[in-house]
């Protein structure tokens, strides 16, 4: 099974994703994750996203389709995948459908994890304190004014997917302000009910 997992900034993408991996057995596909990995490395990709990321802005339609049409040929993703964080935009999700149809594959599912920006706000501060407390460094994109940013680019770029999923009828909503195992359990129902 293919699915997208979506939502604004902070919304649990990641954190749902990685219990998704473990439960499904399906790999997940961050092009947060690849694009701080090039950061990380230093290599040239990194370093042109870098200041973007940190702003963050989004990086190009380009950059990420080319990654993720890369990593959908290692053969883990051959019966299926998680997007989390990938499609972002139309551009992205039109590319994303190209790219699986011709390997004669589709997108099952789209999953939209709903939360209001106030408790985004309120967890991006948590986890800041949490991982300072702890001796980690923050993301330099978790800030609160970088983060309002990413939020402004989630409902400007992002949200139309919303419409995008629906049309295909593949879009499926899920309340992201319970505790983690509460939406990782309305997820499970969600694809139970999609397989
Ligand atoms: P994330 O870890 O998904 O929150 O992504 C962190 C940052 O990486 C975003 O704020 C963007 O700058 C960049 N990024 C990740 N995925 C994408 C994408 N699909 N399209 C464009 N930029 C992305």
Request: glycine share 8%.
């Amino acid at each position: 099974m293919n699915l997208v997992l979506f939502g604004p900034p902070g919304a649990g993408k990641g954190t749902q994703a990685k219990l998704l991996m473990q439960a499904r057995a399906l790999p997940q596909l961050s092009t947060g994750d690849m694009l701080r990995a090039a950061i990380s490395s230093g290599s040239p990709l990194g370093l042109q996203c870098r200041g973007i990321m940190d702003r963050g802005d989004l990086v190009s339609n380009e950059i990420v389709i080319r990654i993720i049409a890369e990593r959908l040929d290692e053969p883990d993703c051959a019966t299926g995948a998680i997007f989390d964080g990938f499609p972002r935009t139309i551009g992205q999700a039109e590319a994303l459908d190209r790219l699986l149809q011709s390997r004669g594959r589709k997108i099952h599912v789209a999953i939209e994890l709903k939360i209001n920006d106030e408790m985004l706000l309120q967890r991006a501060e948590s986890r800041i304190r949490e991982m300072i407390a702890s001796g980690q460094v923050p993301r330099p994109d978790d800030t609160p004014e970088t983060l309002r940013n990413r939020l402004e680019v989630y409902y400007r770029k992002t949200a139309p997917l919303i419409a995008y999923y629906r049309n295909q009828d593949k879009l499926r909503t899920v309340d992201g302000m319970g505790a983690i195992p509460e939406v990782a359990r309305e997820i499970a129902a969600v694809l139970d009910s999609t397989a």
